[in-house]
């Protein structure tokens, strides 16, 4: 791989920094940063202000995965135990599914007509289902 003539650098998890910014497709400014099995465009911004948000931007877009895939997976595993008819067990499943969504709406992850939304059918999916 190389970039700007100059092949990659070797090693582990050596890395290194174009000399001059590049432009990707949408003509933003961007850094590129080269290692051994890739190639990454970072966006350049233009004040300080705009780093620190673009800082704050990353760190709150990991939180709010965390928070999704663990509302994702809740959901997952109260579809299963309602498969399997286990309808005590959904039943508190639920109840940690809704405490879940309320979480994440209180903090902006996920809107709060949303979270309403799939708790009611969530629960009208639980009362539809016949005890084991």
């Known amino acids: 791989m190389k970039i700007n003539g100059s092949p990659a650098p070797t090693g582990t998890g050596a890395r290194t920094v174009a000399r001059k910014p590049a432009v990707d497709k949408s003509g933003a ?12 465009l970072i966006n350049m911004p233009n004040t300080k202000s705009a780093g620190r948000r673009m800082r704050n931007s990353a760190r709150k877009q990991l939180q ?11 959901e997952r595993n109260f579809a299963e135990l309602l498969g399997a008819g286990k309808k005590v067990e ?3 499943a639920l109840r940690l599914l809704s405490s879940g969504f309320d979480k994440a709406a209180k903090s902006g992850v996920v809107n709060r007509p949303m979270a309403n939304r799939k708790k009611s059918r969530l629960s009208l999916r639980l009362n539809a289902t016949k005890p084991a």
Do not use: G, M, P
């Open 64 to 74: 709010n995965r965390s928070v999704k895939t663990r509302l994702h997976n809740l």
């Open 29 to 40: 400014y961007v850094t590129v940063i080269a290692s051994e099995d890739k190639i990454e």
């Open 90 to 92: 959904a039943a508190a």
